[in-house]
């Protein structure tokens, strides 16, 4: 506080909708932001907490997302973003375009999605090789590696957990994603860590260190597309190259 007031309501907010049974991206964001940006949340129901195609085609199937976008631009951020990776490629590839016409129509602020600012930051990293670590069953990663194919993306290699309970997914330790991680890198232009139920960011300063490349996640990424749009630059230390604003330079 100020003798004028809260100093937070001049911060630059940016809207992110979770999932209900979710807690990484929400936990994660407020370190991972620059000074000046706060994170706006709120969420949409995962039908019976359920990783399945089934289970998040039902959840973006209801209002609720539009819903959730219009309560984000109420609150006065600047840029709303679906922070789901498969649940914003379920339908296959531009299905993340379809959800951003929806959000955008409903909120008129702008809006992205996961898997849409994956797509934007392999272009900033000038990839074509990726990597991928899930805590997906087959199903899901196999979405998903189609999703990357189509957009003309080499997947090299994809490991997932077969975990199918999205509060599971949370509980994963740092160390069982870190093994993860490594057992997919292989020699891939850059390592991706799919999901945003699962903590990553303190992880990815290292990671780049032991393999000398970019490494990204699903949090790094929703939250690196989220500033870019608000047209903040991403200043973090500590959880990757893409959040501290050096990524072009890592990728080279």
């Not at 129509?105 to 809006?111: F, M, Q, R």
């Not at 997947?155 to 160390?175: C, M, Q």
């Not at 990815?204 to 749009?229: F, G, K, M, Q, Y």
């Not at 047209?231 to 501290?244: I, K, M, N, R």
């Amino acid at each position: 506080m100020t003798p004028d007031g809260p100093t937070w309501s001049d911060e630059a907010l940016i809207g992110l909708i979770e999932l209900s049974t979710s807690l990484a991206i929400s936990a994660e964001a407020p370190a991972a932001l620059p000074p000046g940006v706060r994170a706006l949340v709120t969420r949409v129901r995962l039908p019976r907490g359920e990783v399945s195609a089934a289970a998040l085609d039902e959840m973006v199937s209801s209002d609720r997302l539009e819903e959730a976008s219009r309560e984000l631009a109420d609150g006065g951020a600047r840029v709303v973003s679906f922070a789901c990776t498969t649940g914003s490629l379920v339908r296959g590839p531009g299905f993340d375009r379809e959800l951003i016409a929806r959000m955008e129509g409903a909120s008129g602020i702008t809006a992205s999605t996961t898997s849409t600012a994956l797509l934007g930051a392999l272009e900033l990293l000038g990839a074509r090789r990726v990597a991928v670590a899930t805590p997906y069953v087959d199903e899901l990663n196999e979405l998903e590696r189609r999703f990357l194919e189509a957009a003309g993306f080499e997947v090299t290699a994809l490991h997932g957990l077969g975990i199918d309970s999205d509060p599971e997914i949370s509980k994963v330790p740092y160390s069982r994603t870190r093994e993860l991680a490594l057992e997919a890198a292989g020699d891939a232009d850059v390592l991706f860590i799919s999901c945003t139920g699962l903590p990553t960011l303190a992880l990815l300063d290292e990671l780049e260190a032991e393999l000398d490349r970019p490494v990204i996640s699903s949090n790094a990424v929703t939250l690196w597309h989220a500033l870019t749009l608000a047209g903040v630059e991403p200043a973090a230390p500590g959880a990757g190259s893409l959040l501290a604003g050096r990524a072009t330079a890592a990728a080279a």
